[in-house]
């Protein structure tokens, strides 16, 4: 058995800065500033973009964390709004409708996300590029844990729970579209696989070690193979 857990920005869809857009305006209404225009959110938990960027705004620590859940509730309302007002905003990336129909038509894979997104925004954005959110039935999210290298591990008990048995670390794939995909499971041997769909090529992502990177998910049959060899 096999637990495949799919990021998802980057990875699965590209929301052309909706996501960013939204989450702006959330710390602008709460805090009155954005933090950094250059700040990366790729490879970040929603709330450690929150945290990091107030920081950098100056805001105090007790004020960020008091206004953490009300900023991400706004967040949601702001993603929602983008996502209804310009749908044309949410893209699939290639080859992953044939990549999942081909994992889930298997009985030794387990799919599932990891991902820095809180589960709604999750939601939110698999529904906007028409991806079923059930079909991932094991799955950590940003609002799990803010530090993204505490998932796997959270994704693993899950995985525990849902197939009832013990899941070795080497048992879960992530795949990923930047470094911090690759390595947040490192610590508990979990397969990595890089996908150069987000803002990272296959040279940068190659740089950190997975067990394979790939220009995009279009090749099934390789992709599957890089998962379960
Ligand atoms: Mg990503």
């Known amino acids: 058995m096999k637990v495949v857990l799919f990021d998802i920005d980057g990875t699965l869809l590209r929301t052309d800065g909706a996501g960013r857009r939204a989450m702006e305006r959330a710390m602008q209404a709460l805090h009155g500033a954005v933090g950094d225009t250059e700040y990366r959110y790729d490879g970040k938990t929603d709330r450690q973009i929150i945290r990091e960027q107030m920081r950098e705004a100056g805001i105090a620590e007790d004020a960020i964390l008091a206004q953490m859940d009300v900023l991400i509730a706004r967040y949601l309302e702001n993603l929602a709004d983008e996502l209804r007002d310009r749908p044309d905003q949410a893209v699939l990336c290639a080859g992953v409708l044939p990549l999942l129909d081909r994992l889930r038509g298997r009985d030794d894979v387990t799919l599932g996300l990891l991902t820095g997104n809180v ?111």
């Open 119 to 229: 589960q709604q925004g999750a939601r939110q954005k698999l529904a906007a590029v028409g991806v079923a959110f059930d079909q991932f039935v094991v799955n950590a999210f940003g609002c799990d844990h803010e530090h993204r290298p505490e998932l796997p591990s959270i994704a693993r008990g899950r995985a525990e729970s849902y197939l009832g048995r013990a899941i070795a670390g080497d048992q879960l794939v992530i795949i990923g579209d930047t470094p911090a995909d690759i390595h947040c499971g490192r610590s508990i041997g979990v397969r990595a696989i890089g996908v150069a769909t987000g803002r990272y090529s296959v040279e940068a992502l190659a740089e950190h070690d997975p067990a394979a990177v790939f220009v995009s998910l279009e090749d099934t049959d390789a992709v599957v193979e890089a998962m379960l060899s």
